[in-house]
Every structure is written in C-alpha cells, then in structure tokens.
C-alpha cells in the first residue's frame, strides 16, 4: 500500500492559457488563476501544477502539450481559451494534432452545460484527447464558465442539473494508468463503478 504523500498518488496537472494579449501583459491572465482554485476547491488527493501562458499560435501550444504530457509528467492537461471559431482561435487544432485518443464526449457534454447559459454555445470547439497517458481537455477562457463546465449545473437547492465533466475525470485518468483522485464531494462527486471504488484514505 502507497503512502498518501508517494509520487505515485500525486496528481500533476498543467495548466495551460492561450491568450495572445495575456501572454505579451495586455492584461492578467485569468485562466490560470481561476482553474488553480477550482482545482484547489475539488481535490482531496495531493496535486502538483505545472503552468504556461502562450499566445494562440498552434505550433507553441503543440508544443506546450507535448511538453507537458511527454517531458512534465502530468497526468491532465487542462486547457482555457482559443476554442471559438475565430481565425486564430487554434486550441483544439493543436490538441487533434498531439493526440493519440479523442475524447469527444468531454466536448459534447461541456456544450450542453453552456447551452442552459448561451445560444452561442455551439460556436464552441471544445475536446477533449489522450496523449500517452495524459488526459487533456480544452476549456472555455471565461472563469465562471471554467467552473460551470468542470461543476456542472445547480439548482437553487443544489441538486445537479446537469453534471460537470470533472466527474468523469478520476476514472478516466485510471483508465490511462494515472493515480487515483479523490474529491470533495460538496464541489463535485467522482464516479467510478463500484468494482473501481477504493477505501477512503
């Protein structure tokens, strides 16, 4: 049995922004800050981030994702911004072309979480791809719609009404052969099947 401090449970996560006026100092990422926090928010289990900022060019976000999923160690890569169909809007381009799995799921359910806010929703080219054994996922740039995307959607009694795709990151990074992740449930509920459950540490 690990201890709960090994490497072999620690989460490494890279945060990535695409943003060309955040990247020359325009004005203060946002991205990065607000995933940070979720993340800091949702998580139970210990994690590591690794951070870049880089401007919406496809050949420095390759390279930052690959940077990240081969030389980093991260097991999830999480991206913000460069999702739109704006000509230099390149995000997903650049995930499709790193990766060895798409996810497309990760895309189609975060549409569905934006659709109860904007029409526009559909507009998004958000997706989610496995690299090696790295998850990433593309987000949207905006932090309320970062955490509605991850959280899902709440009444005003708290009761889900449409579920985040975070839930379904824990599993999906056992799967690859990432640690095992655990959450706090009053953010967002992990589901694994019963058969994937481990004890509580």
């Known amino acids: 049995m690990t201890d709960a401090n090994t490497s072999d449970d620690l ?3 890279g945060l990535v922004s695409v ?19 979720w993340l800091t928010r949702a998580l139970t289990s210990p994690v590591r981030f690794e951070t870049r900022l880089i401007p919406d060019e496809q050949t420095q976000i390759e390279a930052a994702l690959m940077e990240l999923c081969d030389s980093a160690g991260c097991d999830l890569v999480l991206t913000t911004g460069g999702t739109g169909p704006a000509p230099r809007d390149v995000t997903p381009d650049a995930t499709t072309a790193v990766a060895h799995k798409l996810m497309p799921g990760f895309g189609e359910q975060m549409r569905q979480i934006s659709l109860r806010f904007v029409p526009t929703a559909i507009l998004s080219r958000q997706t989610g791809a496995i690299r090696g054994s ?16 991850l959280e899902g959607v709440k009444d005003a009694d708290g009761n889900q009404l449409v ?3 975070f839930a379904a990151v824990p599993y999906c990074i056992d799967l690859i052969g990432g640690p095992y ?11 694994r099947p019963k058969s994937a459950i481990r004890a509580p540490r």
Do not use: C, H, M, W
């Open 181 to 191: 992740i655990e959450t706090d449930e009053s953010v967002v509920k992990a589901f």
């Open 19 to 37: 943003s060309d006026r955040a990247s020359t100092g325009v004005y203060t990422d946002q991205g990065i800050p607000a995933l940070q926090e």
């Open 134 to 149: 790295t998850l990433i996922l593309n987000l949207p740039g905006q932090p309320k719609s970062i955490k509605e995307t």
């Open 11 to 13: 989460l490494t996560v």
């Open 163 to 165: 579920p985040g795709i």
